[in-house]
């Protein structure tokens, strides 16, 4: 089995989904004031971050004559990613814009709600249109083949080249001018983590653990012990397996202990039983 399956396998248990899509009975604002005021001056940098904001928290859809096979997100992806490739361009070190734009080009898809009913259960595979991103929700269904997220995933696939290649590029020209910030640095690693590219994967989320907080060092835990096992550095992955091991306030959600045990073993180490 390849060293990516192991990992796979073993990192199975950090990712929490529940099999309930339970509805979120707080409905979030909707968007179009800060639409129409980015459209009136595209050069109102705050406004465009604060689209971008609202934008990827609004999972509400909406569904025309109340057919489920007739949904569209009320917000559009394509307008945020437009609205905020203008402020990292204009000031590559307008930190605050690059948080939303990062969490739209690492998608690999787009959760919808229906606030009205109360159900939570669309999803949109994220296309690619040239330089826009086109998210098209359908109804998720459950217990029956083929599954709805990984058909939804595979069709995400053919479009996340070209959006990660442009975190890749848009983290390269941040940490160009914040250097010691290690938001650019983990952007640009995962970036280029999606690309198959590990050797620099792992130089730029061990840049970003270095100068981070305790909090983001351990946030970084799976994209790091990935990017070393990939690049085949051993020693760096069991060294990042004893730091993890040792921190006393790791989050046992995600990272379990019978996890850190196959770590071991796929690194070629083995603790005595129960350890």
Not at 65 to 72: I, L, V
Not at 82 to 94: E, N, Q
């Amino acid at each position: 089995m390849s060293a990516r399956s192991l990992l796979a396998l073993i990192a199975l248990g950090s990712v929490v989904a529940s099999p309930e899509l339970g509805a979120q009975w707080r409905v979030p604002p909707a968007c179009e004031q800060l639409e129409t005021v980015v459209r009136a001056n595209p050069d109102n940098l705050d406004a465009a971050v604060a689209l971008g904001r609202c934008v990827v928290r609004d999972e509400q859809i909406i569904l025309a004559g109340g057919d489920s096979s007739r949904a569209s997100f009320r917000s559009n992806w394509a307008t945020a990613v437009r609205a905020l490739r203008h402020p990292v361009r204009t000031d590559p070190a307008l930190a605050a814009a690059y948080r939303p734009l990062m969490r739209m080009l690492f998608a690999e898809m787009r959760d919808g709600c229906d606030y009205v009913s109360g159900v939570c259960a669309f999803v949109a595979p994220i296309r690619r249109d040239g330089d826009s991103l086109i998210t098209i929700p359908r109804l998720v269904v459950l217990n029956r083949p083929p599954d709805t997220y990984e058909v939804v995933r595979q069709e995400s696939r053919p479009s996340r080249l070209a959006n990660l290649t442009e975190a890749r590029e848009l983290a390269t020209a941040w940490a160009a001018v914040a250097p010691n910030d290690y938001r650019p640095h983990q952007y640009l690693g995962q970036a280029r983590l999606g690309l198959g590219d590990y050797s620099g994967s792992a130089d730029e989320l061990e840049q970003s653990a270095a100068l981070g907080t305790p909090q983001s060092r351990r946030d970084l835990f799976w994209d790091r012990m990935e990017a070393f096992v990939k690049s085949d550095r051993g020693n760096d992955a069991r060294r990042l397996l004893d730091e993890t091991s040792s921190d006393p306030t790791r989050d046992t959600s995600r990272v379990f202990q019978s996890q850190l045990t196959g770590l071991n073993a796929l690194l070629g180490r083995y603790r005595p039983p129960g350890r």
